[in-house]
């Protein structure tokens, strides 16, 4: 069965696939770091922990829904989509963690922390992810006769 091309029904979904395994390695993540966080730092720690996970999921997933929306309507589109996605949420990112900072919110060193483990754990999967996806294969006009 091959993948739904640009612009057919289920094409965006069909693009996504690479998310399973990204998401339950944060999972897990999330599942071992909030009770550690809560027994080193207290609550706040928890909840920092917590904030950080879900701060890197919701950023990758905004990528990824982008860049597969960006793919599913017409590939030539996936580059400006991507760099505007990626600069809007790097600023909007930097906003909003001024503005936590600025509070002086214990739970900061922790978000930080998750942040940098989930990351790494994304990362991580998404790497093993692709490297035991199959290659998609193609054969050259001018090589066929």
């Given amino acids: 069965m091959t993948a739904p091309r640009a612009g057919e029904p289920g094409a965006i979904r069909s693009r996504l696939n690479h998310l399973r395994l990204p998401l339950l390695a944060c999972a897990a993540l999330a599942v071992a770091g909030v009770p550690a966080a809560a027994l080193l730092r207290g609550p706040t720690g928890a909840a920092g922990f917590a904030?950080?996970?879900?701060?890197v999921i919701v950023s990758y997933l905004i990528s990824s829904l982008s860049v597969a929306w960006a793919d599913a309507i017409h590939p030539r589109m996936i580059m400006s989509v991507g760099l505007v996605t990626y600069a809007t949420k790097i600023v909007i990112?930097?906003?909003?963690?001024a503005a936590v900072a600025a509070t002086g919110w214990p739970g900061l060193p922790d978000m930080g922390?998750?942040?940098i483990a989930?990351?790494?754990a994304w990362t991580g999967a998404h790497l093993t992810w692709a490297m035991r996806s199959p290659l998609p294969t193609f054969e050259r006009r001018d090589d066929i006769e």
């Fill in 51 to 55: 904030a950080g996970v879900a701060l």
């Fill in 118 to 120: 989930a990351v790494v």
């Fill in 113 to 115: 922390v998750a942040i």
């Fill in 93 to 97: 990112l930097g906003v909003v963690m």
